[in-house]
């Protein structure tokens, strides 16, 4: 599988703003995908993830009560909606896939996105 991440940009704090990442293959389903992020300096951490049927759904600490991932099978794409965005959030955001169970290194994740840019300035 193959995979593109957009949606990313420049908002302020407290504003909302929707990724998506777009997945080719036919066997889209049977991926696990997640949402990471790294910032300047800083190794690339967990942000979110959801099972290939969208039943198990797990996040970081600081996305829980603030985003939410999602996906739909029917157009290979999943989601991340991120709303009261802080600073602290700005990071490239990539989005991964892996066949298995979740982990939360970056590491066991396979398969990357290229990277989107979310900047939150105060």
């Known amino acids: 599988v193959q995979l593109q991440a957009y949606g990313g940009g420049l908002v302020q704090a407290g504003d909302s703003l929707n990724l998506s990442c777009a997945a080719s293959?036919?066997?889209?389903?049977?991926?696990?995908m997640g949402w990471f992020r790294q910032a300047p300096g800083k190794e690339r951490e967990f942000v979110a993830t959801?099972?290939?049927?969208?039943?198990?759904?797990d996040y970081a600490d600081s996305a829980k009560g603030r985003f939410t991932i999602s996906r739909d099978n029917a157009k290979n794409t999943v989601y991340l909606q991120m709303t009261s965005l802080k600073p602290e959030d700005t990071a490239v955001y990539y989005c991964?896939?892996?066949?298995?169970?979740?982990?939360?290194?970056?590491?066991?994740?396979?398969?990357w996105g290229q990277g989107t840019l979310v900047t939150v300035s105060s």
């Open positions: 293959g036919r066997t889209f389903s049977s991926y696990r």
């Open positions: 959801i099972s290939g049927s969208g039943g198990s759904i």
């Open positions: 991964a896939a892996r066949e298995g169970g979740m982990r939360y290194s970056a590491s066991a994740w396979a398969r």
